[in-house]
């Protein structure tokens, strides 16, 4: 008589009851002599090779992936041995190939299903990362009735995992993910790629052969650098080391770009885990020094951080007991008005979690943080979650979805300034090397065909391995409420570049959003501005006549890109400037509380020069008479003028005002835009 047992319940009476192997499953064979009486030299060597492989295995977890090599020529020798195809599918799941376990771990479990106690955890495990859920939660509850456990396994988080990736699967975010190819990545690791906020420059850390030093570390990899590379006519050029100091002989990995390229975090293991923070003056970056002063750096474990978008806050990752919710958490430390970093904070229950977190970014539009977290909604490891800073809380973490996430490790992800592109390692089945650096686009709400209209320019790429998917509508927005205003800074007269210091105002509040500087070689600057204010942009140095620029944008206003190269002039009489943060009621001479900061820096550079003598003039579009209009910027001047005087203290013999109407345009007066330059403030220089 035939008993029909399904497949499930007989595994289960295997695990409990411990039935005969040689009755449920193919024969295992063993490296021995008897099994392969005319092949003994290959024994030999299959047994040496299985030896080497043991050596790793048997060693810590992260020297694991040391084995595979060895275990692939032992199995190609002997495909049916048990432990050997237990040892190298586990062996893969310490690896960046997870993906690859599945087949041994099942060809192991065919053989003998009691090789090992965690087969079937680990079988799960395989098939959860090929995103096989069913199956995965299948052998996660076999694992359950398994009476000795070993220690961190869960198979109930993991089987939570599995159901949040069924939905995820079934609910994919519409994107297009890109390898971005040879020229960056290479066949051995790639990651942690951070960019610019214009996505004009990107830095990464691999551990190929041309590292400084070109030495392996203890996990038998080359020592990590950082490499450059810039974008030139919209393709990556070929990546350079960055030289000495910020490349050292030892572990040297980037966490984080500033939005103008010109400061870098570093992580060293020093001290179990430190950040460092290097900065480029010129063409140079300076030796990496602790970053955040005593805020960040610990006795314990500091693994990532970030700049926001002004700079006034750095936020890392730490496992300090401090505040700890569980393993890593993500802190902030705050500027103080007196130059110093402030008590580190940590973000609190809603985003930090029991398990870890790390990787986190804030974008620049200064309310939007991405992080990696084993917590939350994860489909499994480390999914990519996102939060919006609004009323000072930060809200419920939301996963950015499926593809970009998977069942494998998803971290360090970066987006660009416009919400349309991202950026992120991974070791998916098109990688060129062990992980790999690839390009998210965002394609937004859904169109006729994925390659089309504004996509079109994706075609012209060199890159053939693609993954789109299309779902009916976009549930996720990535940020993209963003002004990124860019350009070069230079003298005037010489057109050499200047290393200017660039303020950055509210004008609604009068305060100092952020100041940043030019680069003293190339005299580039470039500075995000979120949505939803008024900015005053000063760009000052010593011995020149400040610029000035406004730029008001309202909080609907989306992401553009403002290109604006700056010439200072220097101090000589007869120079002037225009000040565009010098405000007045409509149609009066009444000066706007908007203007302070503006006036603010005309004392100052009064105060500076004490023989300066300078006239205030006021002009107006070619709106009314010619009386009216020479009256009413008359007025404005004197305005000026009276407050520098009764306000600032400002000599008066030491200022003039003159209001010359339309008389002097500086554009067309036959549109919106023109009439609006014409209506301008200047002063000018009479005599120094």
Request: hydrophobic share 35%.
């Amino acid at each position: 008589m035939q008993l029909d047992i399904p497949m499930k319940t007989l595994r289960t009476f295997i695990l409990l009851f411990g039935l005969p192997m040689a009755v449920f499953s193919q024969q295992n064979v063993e490296f021995t002599k008897a099994n392969f009486p005319n092949a003994k030299s290959e024994l030999k060597q299959a047994i040496r090779n299985l030896e080497t492989g043991d050596s790793y295995y048997l060693a810590a977890d992260y020297l694991k992936y040391l084995a595979v090599d060895y275990y692939l020529k032992a199995n190609a020798f002997n495909p049916n041995n048990a432990l050997l195809n237990f040892r190298l599918g586990h062996s893969y799941l310490n690896s960046p190939n997870k993906y690859k376990a599945l087949a041994y771990l099942q060809k192991a479990y065919s053989i003998n299903p009691s090789v090992d106690n965690e087969i079937t955890f680990y079988l799960g495990e395989a098939f959860h990362l090929n995103h096989e859920f069913d199956n995965a939660i299948e052998y996660y509850n076999l694992y359950k009735a398994v009476p000795e456990k070993k220690q961190g396994l869960d198979p109930d988080k993991r089987i939570t995992e599995c159901n949040e990736g069924k939905y995820l699967v079934a609910n994919p975010v519409r994107v297009l993910i890109e390898n971005l190819g040879p020229v960056v990545n290479s066949r051995y690791r790639e990651y942690a790629a951070v960019i610019t906020a214009d996505e004009s420059v990107m830095l990464f850390t691999s551990r190929r052969p041309n590292t400084t030093g070109q030495s392996i570390a203890d996990d038998g990899m080359y020592f990590e650098d950082i490499l450059s590379t810039t974008k030139q006519n919209n393709a990556w050029t070929p990546p350079v080391n960055l030289p000495n100091p910020v490349n050292t002989k030892l572990h040297d990995a980037t966490i984080a770009l500033s939005a103008d390229g010109q400061k870098l975090f570093i992580y060293t293991d020093d001290n179990e885990g430190d950040i460092l923070l290097s900065t480029l003056k010129g063409e140079e970056w300076s030796k990496p020094e602790s970053a955040g002063g005593n805020a960040i750096n610990t006795r314990y474990s500091e693994i990532h951080a970030c700049f926001s978008y002004d700079e006034k806050s750095i936020y890392f990752v730490s496992n300090k007991p401090e505040d700890n919710y569980g393993g890593f958490d993500i802190y902030v430390t705050r500027l103080g008005e007196d130059g110093k970093w402030g008590k580190a904070e940590n973000l609190g229950p809603t985003i930090n979690t029991i398990y870890d977190e790390e990787g986190v970014y804030l974008h620049p539009d200064g309310k939007t943080m991405y992080f990696s977290s084993k917590g939350h909604r994860t489909m499994g490891s480390y999914d990519i979650f996102t939060s919006v800073l609004e009323d000072g809380k930060w809200s419920e973490p939301e996963n950015i979805g499926y593809p970009i996430n998977s069942a494998d490790k998803d971290a360090f992800f970066v987006v660009s300034a416009s919400g349309k592109h991202g950026y992120y390692s991974s070791a998916r089945m098109d990688a060129i090397g062990e992980t790999d650096i690839y390009l998210i686009t965002l394609l937004g709400p859904e169109k006729e065909t994925v390659m089309n209209t504004e996509d079109q320019y994706l075609l012209s790429s060199n890159i053939t391995e693609r993954e789109a998917v299309i779902e009916p509508k976009m549930d996720r927005k990535f940020a993209s409420n963003v002004t990124i205003l860019k350009g070069v800074v230079t003298d005037a007269s010489t057109k050499e570049p200047l290393n200017a210091v660039i303020v950055i105002t509210d004008n609604e509040k009068n305060e100092i959003v952020s100041t940043f500087q030019s680069n003293s070689a190339t005299g580039k600057y470039l500075v995000a501005l979120p949505s939803g204010k008024n900015y005053g942009i000063a760009v000052t140095m010593e011995g020149f006549l400040f610029y000035s620029e406004n730029v008001d944008l309202p909080k609907s206003k989306a992401y553009q890109e403002i290109e604006k190269d700056i010439e200072l002039s220097r101090l000589e009489v007869g120079k002037k400037i225009v000040l565009k943060n010098i405000f007045y009621d409509f149609d009066k001479s009444t000066l706007r509380p908007q203007s302070i900061a503006e006036i603010e820096r005309l004392t100052k550079l009064l105060e500076v020069n004490p023989k300066m003598r300078i006239e205030i003039s006021s002009h107006t579009d070619n709106v009314g008479s010619a009386a009216y209009n020479e009256k009413l910027s008359a007025n404005r001047a004197l305005s000026v003028v009276n407050y520098l005087v009764d306000k600032k203290g400002i000599k008066k013999d030491r200022l003039e005002y003159k209001g010359y109407g339309f008389t002097q345009p500086i554009a067309p007066n036959d549109s919106d835009q023109g009439r609006q330059l014409n209506r301008r403030t200047e002063f000018k220089i009479l005599s120094k």
